[in-house]
């Protein structure tokens, strides 16, 4: 017959339910820093559409204004060059973001696994 100690049993019961809730609680803040981040992002495409809009707005305006075609390709050229200089910009810092979320949701699942794997060895 096999030797049933309740007080282990207990023991681990409780251990593994103090697990799963920092488990829970790793998880948690985890999708809080994603969704933060997410929100940083939106905000910043937002505010580079917003920006983009003005600045074709302002060019529409001084190519109306043109008095040759030549200032008027000119005025094209350089409105184009800003745009893709400034699209190149925003999408370098919108992967740096990205990649910022990622690291900053990943941490409190890493320290969760860490702690989790640190128990699970030393028992």
């Not at 809009?53 to 030549?70: H, I, M, P, W």
């Not at 200032?71 to 992967?95: C, D, L, P, R, V």
């Amino acid at each position: 017959m096999i030797e049933f100690d309740k007080s282990t049993f207990d023991n681990a019961t409780k251990d593994f339910q103090k697990m799963g809730k920092d488990n829970y609680e790793a998880m948690l803040k985890s999708y809080g820093q994603m969704n933060k981040g997410f929100q940083e992002i939106g905000t910043s495409f937002s505010d580079f559409s917003k920006q983009a809009f003005a600045d074709a707005t302002s060019t529409f305006e001084k190519l109306v204004g043109a008095k040759s075609l030549e200032h008027a390709i000119e005025i094209q050229s350089t409105f184009a060059k800003s745009a893709y200089e400034n699209w190149m910009a925003e999408m370098t810092k919108i992967g740096e973001m990205y990649a910022s979320v990622a690291r900053d949701a990943y941490k409190p699942v890493e320290k969760a696994v860490e702690k989790t794997a640190a128990k699970v060895t030393a028992s």
